[in-house]
């Protein structure tokens, strides 16, 4: 498994987790689609900037992982494929952090929820690069490769 199998199932769990987040009606007002962005409902226009914000962030962050797939199956990279592919993530990223800091700002309030989560992300992060890249792990160590038979 190498870095490249690594980002796309990084890329579809946090796809996975950002789709059962639109999709399911736990928010404080309901269903993000229905409840939550209806005329008259408390908070309307931060709801629907936070809708917003993880659909197009998804939409984008999905055509990265189509992006992968092909990297995948090709030998060869444009240049071209890897500037849209890292612009895509970064922005389709940004996105959804902006609409879970708008919401946790304008409605949550749940500043220790909100860090505490990030803190989870980033040392779940590091342990799936430490198995990828441990010494006891990989083929390379001390900087000689380890030939298998």
Request: glycine share 6%; aromatic share 8%.
């Amino acid at each position: 498994m190498g870095l490249k199998h690594l980002h796309l199932a990084i890329l579809i769990l946090s796809l996975t987790a950002l789709c059962l987040a639109v999709i399911l009606p736990q928010w404080h007002c309901g269903s993000l689609f229905e409840k939550c962005t209806e005329s008259g409902s408390a908070k309307k226009d931060v709801m629907l900037a936070v809708t917003c914000c993880l659909i197009i962030g998804i939409t984008m962050l999905s055509v990265v992982c189509i992006i992968d797939f092909i990297q995948l199956c090709s030998k060869t990279r444009s240049g071209v494929e890897r500037t849209v592919r890292m612009l895509l993530l970064y922005v389709g990223s940004l996105l959804a952090l902006a609409a879970v800091i708008i919401y946790t700002v304008e409605i949550s309030g749940s500043w220790s929820y909100f860090i505490a989560t990030c803190g989870s992300i980033f040392a779940i992060q590091l342990s799936l690069m430490t198995v990828l890249y441990g010494r006891c792990c990989s083929r390379y160590s001390a900087g000689v490769r380890i030939e298998e038979r």
